[in-house]
């Protein structure tokens, strides 16, 4: 009877990208059945929270607090600007709600401290987003808890989004006003390249750092303990006039000895054929691995193809849909879903230090 059970999902603001909400309504066993938001938010919050609300014949309700209360609900999607994350999640649980929520867990280390320390108070179950189903990354993972690598040594991520994110480094004009964050975010919500939404600005580790973190949290079984990073303004204006990076590379060191390594950027629509590149690679006792992350795939070509449609296109790709099975599952047997608060918080420590690293030109402990 349990694992029929529909699960009731209210959503607390829907203003970055809306992929989150509608993987959860597009799996059978979740129902999304309100819109919430605190009523003093802009009005390009509520423009946006009751377009999305409108589309699925759903109420918008500017009272989060009144929503939690009186709408019956099994869990909570947030998918607010960075900064409000962790504040919608943790009033949520608070309430007796499981939570999902949007990468990054938070702009601050202290808030994702808050929002573990709820999770476990409240008992409820915690969903990071994260890409950790995609076929390439199940396949990495079964070789390697396999042995068919031996005994794991070492681990690389390349993480390239070809993506642009406003004007190129280098095209603001003498008397020019730096680029604002978060206009500049709120334009490019039109393409999607508006990640890193929210007033305070993030460079691409913050923003995009949960991906390939988690690849290596989850084919590896264990901690970072320290990293030493090099952080960069390469490509975007917004992110120079910001002070944040687009371009970062990251050496880890793990718990077993194994060593790790990531390079994250986003690179500009110039630079790739396709949405970037993105490799796992693994070195095992026995042998080694490299594992394109957007295979499998096919190329596409049609007459009056935009010219900035990726021509390339993933196949067999389930993952969000695998994410709410996971979620599902959790919820049913009370186990832990793929990538769950400690997680997320963990991760954001090793964002956080990486970040910090850049900044002094030091290795730096992980705090935990």
Known sequence: MAESKTFRAGVLSVVKHDYLPRAVA??????LVVVADDADQPDWVHERNQLFAGEFGIPYVRDVTGVLAEH??????VSSEAER????AIRAADAGLHVIADKPMSTRLSECDRLLEAVRRNNVKFLLWNRNFLP??????EAIQSGAIGELHAIHVDFYFSKDAGPPKGTRQPGDPPIDWLERQLEAHADGSDGGLGVKPMGELQ?????PLGYIRMLTGVDVRRVF???ATHFHQANVDNHVDDLATVSLELDHGIVGSLCIGRIGGASHPDIGEIKIHA??????????????EVRIHYRGQPPLEFKNERIANENDFLLMDDFARALDTGREPILNAQNGRDIAATVFAAVESGKTGQPVEVTY
């Not at 019956?72 to 999607?77: H, I, M, P, R």
């Not at 994350?85 to 919608?88: K, P, Q, S, V």
């Open 136 to 141: 390439a990354v199940i396949q990495a993972n």
């Open 26 to 31: 597009a799996h059978p066993r979740f129902e």
């Open 283 to 296: 070195i095992g006792s026995k042998g080694g691995l490299v594992v394109t992350e957007a295979r499998p």
């Open 207 to 211: 923003i995009e750092g949960i991906y």
């Open 229 to 231: 990073a090099r952080t």
């Open 85 to 88: 994350h962790c504040d919608l």
């Open 72 to 77: 019956d609900l099994d869990l909570a999607v």
